[in-house]
């Protein structure tokens, strides 16, 4: 069946350096890739997206990029603060779609 | 501000009782979603809804049931609660209009934390 794969399921980072998160997706029909994040005690909330005509998008700090032949995706966090620290969950789905499916989480912990 | 809201927000609860969960949104979206999370697991999908007359199976549906009273409302229930049925449950909606592009963001409600003993 459908299937997302996320790893690492927990990444600790020193405030200021990167951190990336890597995904794959099984179901070649997926052209939209949404990333979420989740503080403690809070709802996910979508914080960047991707669609499959574009290879990379960037929005200050944050990055992601898809390379379709691999059905691969990474989020990447630039100069991370304290506040990013946050689970994070990838997730795939395609135009019309009715499901999303949704990667396991990163737990990602920025020590000052 | 538009939202989508869940009640009860924590829930204990003991093997063998009915419970409903309960959801509301004022976005105005046709889709809705009842998700469960536990450690590890991510989100997965219960069951998910298009409009009033439809409802769909999610990939664990098993031991839940649904009920679309209304486009704003959407309830889960445990027929028979379960101890391994313990985890975080989230409601979402999303929309597929001119404003979504034809992609499928989600908006989750607060989460019902729900544990049977």
């Known amino acids: 069946g459908e299937n997302v794969e996320q790893h690492p399921s927990t990444l600790s980072v020193q405030e200021g350096d990167s951190a990336v998160i890597k995904c794959t997706y099984s179901?070649?029909?997926?052209?939209?890739f949404p990333w979420y994040k989740q503080e403690l005690g809070k709802r996910p909330q979508l914080i960047i997206d991707i669609r499959s005509n574009v290879g990379e998008k960037k929005d200050q700090r944050i990055a992601v990029t898809l390379n379709k032949t691999a059905k691969h995706f990474s989020l990447h966090i630039t100069e991370t603060q304290p506040e990013d620290s946050a689970v994070y969950f990838c997730?795939?789905?395609?135009?019309?779609?009715?499901?999303?499916?949704f990667g396991a989480g990163t737990r990602l912990f920025v020590k000052a | 501000d538009a939202d989508v809201t869940q009640t009860p927000r924590n829930r204990i609860t003991k093997t063998g009782k009915r419970i409903m969960l309960e959801c509301s949104q004022t976005?105005?979206?046709?889709?809705m979603y009842w998700y469960r999370q536990d450690p590890g697991l991510g989100l997965r999908l219960i069951y998910y809804s298009f409009d009033v007359k439809d409802i769909n199976k999610g990939e664990i549906s098993d031991g839940y049931s649904v009920s679309r009273q209304a486009q704003a409302k959407f309830s889960l229930s445990l027929e028979s609660a379960i101890p391994n049925q313990t985890a975080l449950y989230f409601c979402?909606?999303?929309?597929?209009?001119?404003?979504?592009?034809?992609?499928?963001?989600?908006?989750f409600g607060p989460g019902t934390r729900l544990t049977v003993l």
């Open positions: 179901d070649s029909a997926s052209n939209y």
């Open positions: 976005k105005g979206h046709d889709r």
């Open positions: 997730a795939a789905s395609h135009t019309g779609g009715f499901k999303t499916i």
């Open positions: 979402a909606t999303s929309v597929l209009g001119a404003d979504s592009g034809g992609y499928n963001e989600q908006f």
